[in-house]
């Protein structure tokens, strides 16, 4: 396999594995924890939300990984400027 398929396929694999994890701690961990304070607060379900509250956060959190995924594999893909 050629040098410049193997760094293409490198940097590909990289910034997706990288954006995925990005992407699951912010959705989880972040965007998660705001969602069920705010739901909690609101509403004052604590842990069990119902069906729609769990699939909110699901929803959002399946948004922030590609979103993250998208930006990730963009930037490792940039090309580098030569100073």
């Known amino acids: 396999m050629p040098e ?3 760094t293409f396929l490198t940097k590909k694999i990289t910034g997706a ?5 990005i992407g699951l701690f912010v959705g989880v961990f972040i965007l998660g924890t705001v969602i069920r ?11 069990s939300a119902p069906i729609w509250g769990i699939w909110t956060e699901g929803m959002l959190t399946a948004a922030v990984t590609v979103a993250s995924l998208y930006f ?3 930037w490792f ?6 100073s």
């Open 37 to 47: 304070i705010i739901f909690s607060s609101i509403f004052g379900w604590g842990d």
């Open 77 to 82: 893909m940039a090309p580098k400027k030569e």
């Open 4 to 6: 410049k398929t193997k």
């Open 17 to 21: 594995v990288l954006g995925i994890a």
């Open 72 to 74: 990730s594999v963009k």
